[in-house]
């Protein structure tokens, strides 16, 4: 969910601004991890809020790429929320609110994801994607810009592509 | 969770006693489905409720079990909570009370639990069993008596030896 149809970065930026009248830009994420961008241990302290993901924008594009993607293959919305004990009813409503087309069989609280067993994964975090045994894509976020293991996704729009691409090798197999 | 490291049926029956004043035996869920003994679509209605998973009494034997499995596996606890809105931080603190051993990366609450990419599945419930790609292992219940597609697991204690065995054949690999 954050960082890839969830844009936590946003979030934050918004958070920071109301705590310390200090608008900061996405720019200023880039090449950083966000606990170094919000100082003083704000990261952890909004994270672990009420109501700090009962808000969080969507990604640009989510909503349509999900559904697009949902005619060919099993979407599952996975989310490591198991750390953050507000963040369980938080996430599941903003998911009714924003994909309300996802049942609730599809939807994954989790914490370490190296059990989920789908074919494919798409995540901003090295961590996930490094334990997945299936195909992992590491959609991008200003701190994963220096990783070059995944194959990356900049956007839904180039996610789209890469799964069309998918599926026409599954069609000539 | 539920009728294999929580005793929902007895949560079935302190509520319907509440309820109806009518004292259920565990007997009478035997051979039956849930939704059959608990007349009126009072099962729907109380699995919809608020607190109803919050003090459901522990499975026999289930918190020593799970502590002697995690000396030689790394346990999941894996819940199908997803369905039942109030259920997802009422899980959450059950477990913190009576599993404080589990960390949170190691909890899992979905929906449909064919995902689930672990080596086995302790479960009730053949829905859950039937899709599971790793060995399946069904744990009584009243409502799976009838069914003789998966290796069986009367109790904790049975559950033990099961994977002592498992153990000891990985041993002489």
Known sequence: ??????????QFIRWYQRDSGVLLTKKDFDWKKEAEVLPDGRLRKYVTSKDFFRDVPLMEGAVEAVQSLMKNFEVYIVSAAMEFPYSLSEKKAWLEDHFP???????????????????????????????????ALMFTAGHNLNANTHTR?????????????????????
């Open 101 to 135: 087309f996802i049942s609730w069989t599809h939807i994954i609280f989790c914490g370490d994801k190296s059990v989920i067993g789908t074919d494919y994964m798409i995540d901003d975090h090295l961590r996930n994607l490094d334990s997945f045994r299936g195909k």
């Open 1 to 10: 969910m954050d960082g890839v149809i969830a844009d936590t970065v946003v």
């Open 153 to 173: 996704i900049n956007s839904w729009a180039e996610g789209l592509t890469f799964f069309r691409e998918e599926l026409k090798k599954g069609q000539s197999l």
